[in-house]
């Protein structure tokens, strides 16, 4: 007999496959929640802001000024939340990469601090530290500076809120490919930018670009944070999904789902965006293939 040990990998697997039953009853499962809890909810709300026709879907988002206030607004907090993210999310990944110092471990935890308080919880801090009665609300008042209710708190907690989407993406990213193609750019005369423009931007491009993805779809949807700083002014300080909630409350239902489809279209281009950097190697696997010399021929 031939040792179990010794059997082809495809005879193994084979014998120890699964009963039909079992995998389609699995499968059947996971295709029914997927299409109950996601499916039928997203042709839900297509169905709904088209039910007044293209006239009547075009006038729910370009007619109403407060509609289209709100789509501006969350146009321009997003983008500013994004930089500030982006900014911070590299330089960041690169220092705990690179270094180990003295509270390296804080800082990762810091960085997944927004993933483990609500975003209501955190609106209500920023709301103690800025707000008229907070710590710093009469120096505040007295210099002219509004920053709850206004503008700077909505892009401030936006940016609390979506902190670790690129660092968290870069992280592993810059541990897989180490330090070595920097170090050799130093040693033959770059200078620090013209090592981070020409060695390291062009190893974690695809992990930037997928933390840009993710931290842009948390932004735009943002609403807890956002609602306890707002204020929920009308046409002033409400976003796309303060703008969702206010419309479906005053039961004006097909302008309310016209707008959701604006954000549901904003996900789905999204995931498209994930999936089809998903199917690109990444830097990272072709450094773990060739520290395994995977992939080498003798």
């Not at 981070?196 to 670009?209: D, E, M, Q, R």
């Not at 789902?257 to 998903?278: D, H």
Request: aromatic share 10%; proline share 6%.
């Amino acid at each position: 007999m031939v040792p179990d040990a010794c059997r082809p990998l495809g005879h193994s697997r084979h014998a120890r496959q699964d009963h039909w039953v079992v995998r389609w009853t699995l499968t059947l499962t996971a295709v029914g929640v997927v299409g109950l809890f996601l499916i039928v909810p997203l042709v839900h709300v297509f169905y709904q802001a088209s039910k007044g026709g293209i006239a009547g879907y075009w006038s729910s988002l370009v007619a109403d000024p407060d509609t289209r206030h709100a789509i501006l607004l969350t146009l321009l907090v997003a983008p500013v939340a994004l930089v500030a993210n982006v900014i911070f999310g590299v330089v960041a990944a690169w220092t705990i990469a690179r270094f180990q110092f003295p509270g390296r471990s804080l800082l990762l935890t810091l960085i997944d601090l927004p993933f483990s308080v609500s975003p209501v919880v955190a609106g209500l801090v920023f709301v103690l530290l800025f707000g008229r009665q907070g710590y710093l609300g009469s120096w505040l008042r007295d210099h002219g500076i509004q920053i709850i209710f206004a503008l700077p708190g909505l892009i401030l907690v936006t940016t609390f809120v979506t902190v670790p989407f690129v660092a968290r993406e870069l992280i592993p990213v810059l541990e897989a490919l180490g330090p070595d193609e920097e170090l050799a750019a130093l040693s033959l005369g770059a200078s620090g930018w013209q090592t981070f423009w020409h060695v390291t931007l062009p190893n974690i491009k695809w992990g930037l670009l997928y933390g840009v993805i993710l931290c842009n779809a948390r932004a735009m949807g943002e609403f807890g944070a956002v609602y306890v700083v707002s204020g929920h002014i009308t046409g002033q300080t409400d976003t796309i999904p303060l703008r969702v909630e206010k419309l479906f409350q005053d039961y004006n239902t097909p302008a309310s789902f016209a707008v959701a489809s604006v954000l549901t279209l904003l996900a789905l281009v999204t995931l498209a965006l994930k999936v089809g950097l998903e199917r690109r190697p990444t830097p990272g696997a072709s450094a773990g293939r060739a520290a395994t010399g995977e992939g080498t021929s003798l």
